[in-house]
């Protein structure tokens, strides 16, 4: 077993052992718990800190994004046939890599919540959703360029956000339709990596609103 990382785990899932407050930190909520960054949207006291724990989950197998992709391709060929319509797609965190392996052909837009990555330009991910013209917006939320600069998590999520914005230029640039939100540039502060459970979620929810009826979705 190995130590010293944001997580530890083993091949025996029942030596696994989540680093709660570790992913606390990583995911921006604040520094040590119970601790919030100054002007948290994370909601405050001890029920919300215990149902947060309360995410962390043991090691349920292998993880393949490829087969992911796989799996929630047929998701959306189900629901484009039961709908007739092509499918809003949105994308979390890890979630958010299995999305650019899912096929694009049943989406009618993708929407990534700080994914953990975005493809590189060019590559067969980048690709596909390119030549299938699928419109995609990228969110990010808050204490990345004001987080602890001696955190490993404040340089990893600004490495994040910026490969994302070399994907949204490269996109654009290519004909395609892409942005990315910076929430604290546009005036959204307070944010998290759960931005969608947290207090200003409605606003956020609504800008996402405005953006697909710009493109009539």
Excluded: C
Excluded at 15 to 30: A, K, N, V
Excluded at 89 to 94: D, G, N, P
Excluded at 187 to 197: A, D, L
């Amino acid at each position: 077993m190995t130590s010293g990382f944001i997580d530890t785990f083993a091949d025996r899932t029942n030596e696994y052992l989540p680093g709660d407050q570790s992913w606390y930190t990583h995911f921006r909520i604040g520094r040590v718990a119970p601790g919030r960054y100054d002007g948290s949207q994370f909601q405050e006291g001890e029920e919300a800190q215990n149902q947060f724990f309360r995410q962390m989950t043991p090691n349920t197998g292998a993880y393949d994004e490829k087969l992911f992709g796989a799996a929630l391709s047929e998701v959306l060929s189900d629901s484009a046939k039961i709908t007739g319509k092509k499918a809003v797609y949105v994308t979390h965190s890890q979630g958010g890599r299995v999305g650019w392996q899912t096929d694009a052909q049943n989406m009618a837009a993708l929407i990534a919540v700080e994914p953990g990555g975005t493809p590189a330009a060019g590559s067969a991910e980048y690709k596909k959703f390119l030549e299938a013209k699928i419109p995609m917006v990228v969110i990010f939320g808050d204490y990345i360029d004001n987080g602890p600069s001696d955190i490993h998590s404040t340089a990893f999520w600004k490495n994040v956000r910026d490969q994302a914005l070399d994907f949204a230029e490269h996109y654009r640039a290519d004909g395609g339709d892409a942005e990315v939100w910076d929430l604290p540039k546009m005036g959204i502060t307070g944010n998290s990596h759960f931005m969608f459970q947290e207090k200003n979620n409605r606003q956020i929810a609504g800008l996402i609103e405005n953006w697909l009826k710009a493109r009539k979705l």
